[in-house]
């Protein structure tokens, strides 16, 4: 398994998850690229920052605000 | 990776060449003081680490003075490798060439490399990309000690970052949390920009801006206190300790110093008790209208009289209308108590019929003028008559006579005043007794403090019978009672501290929110989201990357623990605790060894030095597992401390773990006294271990003249 998933799945396995938004372990996504379709605004930033930090083309600090922040303001 | 053999040419005590072919588990190398053990753990470091500068002072004197002048020779260490079936040979080397009698210039040094494959073919290859890559730099660090005292690498804050970043995946959670921080920081910023263009709130916003950027510099104000206070008080303990350490009668001085601290509380929790804030009495509890009690006298006294006066004066009403009251009843007891008939039957008009014709035509009978049935028809004529009569002038019936109840407020008042007169006068008693009791207090404070003016002459007396010289043993004295009071101010700030950030961090919480009430009443909706989704994701960066140091701080602890109990075995060592501790810009992790969870009272240098050779095997063992590979491991005197009784089950115990290791010790040999001859004691034998050498001088040699000194290599 890439080195991106387990730090997606060790982020994904914070307690916030379960108990405030109240998503169920398995219905979380085990892969970045599972998790960047997901359906869940802060699972899907999630996954935008971790593709942004540890995926194939590494992006810069601007370029991964408007990502995730884009994202986010649309999403919501 | 293995080594298979080192070679020494002409470096030092090393003349000519000297090889050391090694084995794949425990390696021992033998020497006497000053025969060659740390100059051949120079050699390897040097290969691995060395400058190029004073190279003339590496060249091997005897081989100096056997060289003609303007002739040359090499001065060469190099290292033979094992890595996945690969051979390398790693050497770094210079020449010397000899301008005169005892000189010579140097060229600078070269590393070269050579590759050799399973099959043979050997290739040249930059020695150092080599050296870099079979050994990295970072491993080679936590491969190489010398003497007991380099064996306590957390002594150096960089040393945890460098575990960090070799051997744990926490290395790759560091740029989450600062991203997180990052992104949180924007979406705050839009969030507020947007909160801003409101106008309605603008000067609370501000406001409560300038608040919250107030108490986080306060924040971290307290923060850098607290940290330097508790490094404060680390360092004085640390000093105590020290200090105790030369003191023969270390018990008695703990039992003192534990007496001392419970006398110096009890005169604290005393000194808490006395309160002599008299003023509060006087002023705060109206003491001082204790000297107004005329005044209260004669306004109770005109308050009386005017209750009695008026009491006099309702009574008189009560009684006229009691009177008025008391017809009505006897008319009513008249009739038994029965409802009477209206006034108006019968009719005035009939009433005046029946009266004239002199007949009670209701019960039929005569009625003459004067008879009683005449007079009562008269009467009730008469009251009919007065019935039909509104006289203005008459009070209301159910109209009190005082409208306003003014007297009784002024009764109460003045109940309410003799009540805390009553108190008032108490105050004296309290006051005399309050005197009392702080006397006794300081009585008791009086006689704490002699008694601990006493226990701290004793401890005087036990620091007095140290180990030390008695110029220094007045400095730790003077310096002993400073760390003492200075520990005990230090604890009180630390207290201090911490309860100043409780009250700072609540402070701030509460206009955090407040802030957040009017974001979420100003701002676009849609920032506010974000912004709070990316709140939580800054704590979900942050929490995991502590989290995966604590499970690496744990992992290490663990295995740590298992060695120290392996090198320990039989004995007790208590438990090597790692503790994560948060510094002013960094974090760091303190080992310790503790005993039921108290720091154990003065480990040995034996318990300790095998307690940071335990963390250098776990270290070792992280780095087999995460690199997948085994690394050597080389410790220049490690075991000084131990003796050889303890040496030999230490080796015997290491030679089970799997690494490579070469132990350089000069421990199993003796010197005859007559011949001044070394030999290799019996117990060696006993010793398990995969390889052993002894490195030995070649005799005779003149101690004074190195021009004589060659250390042979002798494989045993």
Known sequence: MARKDDILKSFLKHELLENKYEFKKEELPTTVREALHSDKP??????????????????????LRNQVTQFLNEAL | MIIRKIQIDNYLCYYDTNAFELSEGLNIILGENGEGKTKFFEAVDWLFNGESRELDMLVSAKKLNETEIGESFRVRVSMTVEQYGEKSIITKS?????????????????????????????????????????????????????????????????????????????????????????????????????????KKNEALYRRLEGEILQLEREKVKYNVHLITTEEEIKKIEENLQEAERHVSNADALETLNKRIKEIEERISNLTARIDENYTTSLFDENWILVNFESFHKEFAEKVSKYSKTKRELQSEFDKQKGIK??????????????????????????????????????CNREAKIGSEPYEFMMKRLKTYLESQVIEESEPNKDEPLFKFDYLNRLDNLSI??????????????????????????????????????????????????????????????????????????????????????????????AKKEEKDKIDTSSANS???????????????????????????????????????????????????????????????????????????????????????????????????????????????????????????????????????????????????????????????????????????????????????????????
């Open chain 2, 94 to 198: 210079f020449l010397a060439k000899k301008e005169k009698a005892n000189e010579c210039s140097t060229s600078s040094f070269m590393i070269e490399g050579i590759s050799e494959n399973s099959s043979g073919e050997r290739t040249q290859v930059d020695g150092q990309a080599l050296l870099d890559r079979i050994f990295p730099y970072q491993i080679r660090k936590y491969s190489m000690f010398k003497g007991e005292a380099e064996l306590n690498i957390f002594e150096s804050d960089s040393a945890l970052t460098n575990l960090i970043n070799l051997f744990s995946e926490a290395k790759h959670y560091d740029k989450y949390s600062e991203k997180g921080t990052f992104l949180k920081e924007k979406a705050e910023k839009a969030v507020e920009d947007s909160s801003k263009l409101d």
């Open chain 1, 42 to 63: 802060i699972i899907k930033a999630i996954a935008l920052i971790v593709e942004g930090l540890d995926g194939t083309s590494p992006v810069t600090d601007p370029v």
């Open chain 2, 526 to 716: 849609f920032l506010i989201k974000t912004r709070n989704i990316l709140r939580d994701i800054e704590t979900i960066f942050i929490d995991t990357k502590e989290k995966k140091f604590d499970e690496f701080i744990e992992k290490l602890q663990t295995k740590s623990n298992n060695f120290f109990k392996t090198i320990n075995i039989d004995a007790f060592t208590g438990t090597i605790v790692f503790t994560r501790r948060n510094k002013v810009n960094r974090t760091i992790v303190e080992v310790e060894l503790q005993e039921d969870g108290r720091p154990f009272y003065k480990p040995n240098q034996s318990l300790l030095t095998s307690m940071h050779i335990s963390i250098l095997f776990a270290i070792s063992e992280l780095a087999s597992e995460i690199k997948e590979e085994n690394f050597p491991m080389i410790f220049d005197a490690p075991t000084s401390s131990f003796g050889e009784n303890k040496t030999a089950q230490f080796l015997n115990l290491i030679y089970e773990t799997e690494n490579q290791k070469i132990l350089l010790i000069k421990d199993f040999l003796h010197t005859a006294k007559a011949t001044k001859s070394l030999s290799i004691k019996k117990e060696f034998e006993n010793v398990r271990r995969d390889k052993a050498f002894w490195v030995k001088l070649e005799r005779p040699f003149d101690p004074n003249n190195l021009k004589t000194i060659n250390s042979q290599v002798i494989t045993l």
């Open chain 2, 325 to 362: 009251e008391g017809e009505k009843r006897a008319k009513a007891e008249l009739l038994n108590n029965a409802i009477p008939l209206p006034n108006n039957v019968p009719s005035k008009a009939v009433m005046e019929e029946m009266l004239n014709e002199e007949i009670c035509k209701v």
């Open chain 2, 416 to 509: 309410s005043h003799e009540d805390n007169l009553k108190n008032l006068r108490l105050i004296r008693t309290k006051i005399k007794e309050l005197f009392k009791f702080n006397d006794d207090r300081k009585k008791d404070i009086e006689v704490l403090s002699e008694q601990l003016e006493k226990e701290k002459s004793e401890r005087d007396k036990i620091l007095g019978n140290s180990s030390i010289g008695a110029e220094k043993l007045s400095d730790v004295l003077k310096n002993y009672n400073a760390w003492q009071r200075d520990l005990k101010n230090r604890n009180q700030d630390q207290v201090d501290y911490t309860t100043k950030l409780r009250s700072l961090e609540s402070e701030l919480k």
